[in-house]
C-alpha cells in the first residue's frame, strides 16, 4: 500500500516527488547503485545524462527481480557530485516514476568516478 501525504498547509512539491508517502507491506531496501554497466561492472556511460539513465536502469533491475516496478517505489535518495546536474537528473527520473511520485532526497556527494549514485525504498505488491 502506497498513499501519498501532502499537506493542505504544507509546501507544494516542485519536481517529481511527494512530501511524504504512508506504506505498508513487504519492503524492498535496494542499496546505492552506480551507473555500472551490469555485464562487466564498468562505468562507460560518458555523459551525465548516459549515467543518470544508467543508475535508474539498474535500480529498475532490482526492482524486477523482487518482484516489484517503479510504481512499488515509497522513496528515492539521490547523489550528485555535481547539482548542477540537478535538472537533467529530475528529466531522466521523471521517465522511471509516475504519480505518486515517491519521496525523494537529493544530496550533494562525491562518489568515486560517477557522477550519480541512487537508492531506493520499495513495498512490494500483495498477491
Known amino acids: 500500500m502506497r498513499k501519498p501525504i501532502i499537506a493542505a498547509k504544507g509546501a ?11 506504506a505498508q507491506g ?7 547503485q552506480g551507473p555500472f554497466e551490469p555485464a562487466g561492472g564498468r562505468l562507460e556511460a560518458k555523459t ?9 536502469d539498474n535500480v529498475t533491475i532490482l526492482l524486477e527481480e523482487a518482484g516489484a516496478t517503479w510504481a512499488d517505489v515509497v522513496k ?3 547523489f550528485l ?5 540537478f535538472v537533467v537528473m529530475n528529466e531522466v527520473y521523471s ?4 504519480e505518486p511520485y515517491p519521496a525523494r532526497t537529493t544530496v550533494h556527494s562525491k562518489i568515486g568516478q ?11 505488491p500483495q498477491g
Open 48 to 56: 551525465f545524462r548516459d549515467q543518470a539513465k544508467q543508475v535508474f
Open 81 to 85: 557530485a555535481d547539482f548542477a546536474d
Open 95 to 98: 521517465q522511471y516514476v509516475s
Open 76 to 78: 528515492v535518495q539521490v
Open 114 to 124: 560517477a557522477e550519480i549514485a541512487v537508492d531506493a525504498i520499495a513495498v512490494l
Open 12 to 22: 507544494k512539491p516542485k519536481g517529481p516527488y511527494t512530501p511524504a508517502i504512508l
Open 26 to 32: 513487504p519492503t524492498l531496501y535496494v542499496s546505492a
